[in-house]
């Protein structure tokens, strides 16, 4: 089942409504923190309303246009049956593959999303991938949940090539990429902390 989150309708007043409530709660709880006069000179500051909705844009922006897969998963299975199972051309290091995290859950929603990075050169570091993770809502899916999407449509990385990743017992980068390349499908699982291009969208689960 795949679910595009795209905008169908407006803002409605009860989600403008919540968010006041939220803002306002987070000011008491912390009203007894701030000088009366610093706050007065703060709130007369004209841009200080536009920082705010800047930022509750960009969060809302991040989190539109996912793509969202449900997939069972059979956990019984070994990493490299998971593998396996997805049909495709393996490049993998055996090693990471047996140390590849399991998670938890006989089904399994991932969500997929695919970072702006037009100021960034077209590529984000590994290590600041999990900021954009974050920004979502989300944290990296265990490779076995994306492997168990793969399974259920080996064509979906045709179009939207993605991978997720993780850290070893060492501390070591982790990945597993799937995509399509020179009409073969594949799924590369190895260790690497090389940057990541805007090829890629990235596989996540809600926090």
Not at 106 to 115: N, Q, R
């Amino acid at each position: 089942m795949t679910t595009f989150m795209t905008p169908s309708k407006t803002t409605t007043a009860g989600q403008i409504d919540k968010a006041v409530a939220n803002y306002r709660a987070l000011l008491e709880k912390h009203s007894g923190d701030f000088n009366a006069d610093a706050v007065q000179m703060v709130l007369g500051q004209s841009e200080l309303a536009g920082e705010q909705f800047a930022v509750f844009r960009r969060r809302m922006e991040a989190a539109s246009n996912l793509i969202v897969r449900t997939a069972k998963v059979n956990r019984n299975r070994s990493q490299q049956e998971a593998i396996e199972a997805t049909g495709r051309a393996q490049y993998t290091d055996p090693k990471v593959v047996d140390a590849m995290p399991k998670g938890e859950g006989d089904e399994t929603e991932v969500v997929f999303f695919k970072p702006d990075l037009s100021q960034r050169n077209g590529f984000i570091p590994d290590d600041d991938l999990d900021k954009e993770y974050e920004l979502r809502g989300l944290k990296p899916a265990d490779p076995i949940s994306v492997a168990a999407v793969n399974e259920a449509d080996p064509a979906f990385a045709d179009e939207k090539p993605h991978g997720t990743h993780w850290k070893d017992a060492e501390g070591n980068c982790c990945y597993a990429a799937f995509r399509r390349w020179y009409d073969v499908r594949r799924v590369s699982v190895s260790r690497d902390d090389d940057d990541w291009s805007d090829y890629w969208w990235f596989a996540g689960v809600r926090r």
